[in-house]
């Protein structure tokens, strides 16, 4: 693992465990995100997935064990991450107030993972499994927050039939071009929907390889200032007039309509809103606090408390000693047909179609401070 990693066990509030099931569950995550470009239907992926990690109508047909665990660090609650800004924003829930909430496993940790598959299962669904653990091991992450890069799990082995099928990147032109042999082996073609119903790989997802650096925290700590300088919009710095961020830098403050709209709708200026925040693409909840005014709102779905980021942050090791900054975005039917975003605080209420557009994610991939980075996709 790369980052760290928050994953509770028995008592979460104590303890950090890193258990099979858990990583079952992501491997049967990527294994549908995978096999749907080249199924082209849920249905079919259904049969599949059903086929090889069960369901009620049969058992897995493969076993997993972890054979061996190496510099699995535990460290307890009530670090300091003050100085980190960035992880404090993109660990939200786990970090509170420049400190951890949580005990975590240290970056550094190595598993290795033994899969066990029957002989009865078809080659393609086999193969399929395959690149769901590249894809893990390229994308994924594992814990609170793995979406935002903690528990970020970086592959640097595969082997399948004692053939070495899988070695550690040694830079970012060579990650890039294993990134492009994976997609080539999903199979992005026209076939597969350009706007899956659940998250998926498609026509429209986008990777990047944004940043490199030598430390993996201060990798993921500049990943998440620079998705709070693009999407906050600051605290007023009464001495300078202006709205700032935590580090005292000015905010630039791109999403000014959607604290507007939220501001207008709390002090009864705007009583039917024609649309929500653009930034609910990000996922929901998506709550507000006026430091001026003291009032909070919640922005989620009328029968939806919670919809995950369409964007994945993956911090990965390269065998150079450094590591890179990946953004992948997997872009799927946001909510389902018919449900509606709602808006409340304050006493005041409203309700309004979903209409996200992704476009609010792709932008912040195109960040000057990723310049130097890599377009992998498309």
Known sequence: MTTPLFLGGVNPAADVELRPPSLKGLMRFWFRA????????????????????????????????????????????????????????????????????????????????????????????????????????????????ARKGFG?????????????????????????????????????????????????????????????????????????????????????????GVHVLPWREKAEQNFADDHDLILHLLSGRLSQPQSHPRRVVFGLPHNYFFLSTRQKASVDARNYKRRASPLFIHIHALASGEYAAILTLLPAVFLPEGERIKMSGGGKYAEVDCRVNYRDIENFFNRSAFKNGMVVWP
């Open 34 to 145: 995978v096999a749907l470009p080249g199924k082209g239907r849920w249905e079919d992926v259904k049969v599949m997935e059903n086929r090889l990690f069960g369901s009620t109508e049969g058992q897995a047909q493969f076993l997993l064990s972890v054979v061996d665990r190496r510099d699995l660090n535990q460290v307890t609650a009530g670090q300091n991450w003050k100085n980190y800004q960035g992880l404090g924003y993109l660990g939200y829930g786990v970090v509170d107030r420049g400190e951890t909430k949580r005990p975590y496993f240290e970056p550094g940790g190595k598993i290795t993972l033994r899969l066990s598959i029957k002989k009865n299962i078809s080659q393609e669904i086999t193969t399929c499994l395959s690149t769901a653990l590249k894809a893990l091991g390229l994308f994924g992450a594992a814990g609170a927050r």
């Open 152 to 240: 970020s799990l970086s592959l640097e082995s595969l082997r399948v039939d004692g053939e070495e099928k899988w070695s550690v990147p040694r830079n970012m032109g060579e990650l890039r071009d294993r990134i492009r042999e994976l997609l080539k082996e999903i199979n992005l073609t026209d076939v597969c929907p350009s706007e899956p119903g659940y998250t998926a790989f498609s026509t429209q997802a986008k990777v990047s390889i944004v940043k490199t650096g030598k430390d993996p925290i201060h990798l993921l700590d500049e990943i998440g200032r620079e998705l709070l300088r693009y999407r906050s919009y600051g605290c007023r710095d009464r001495n300078r």
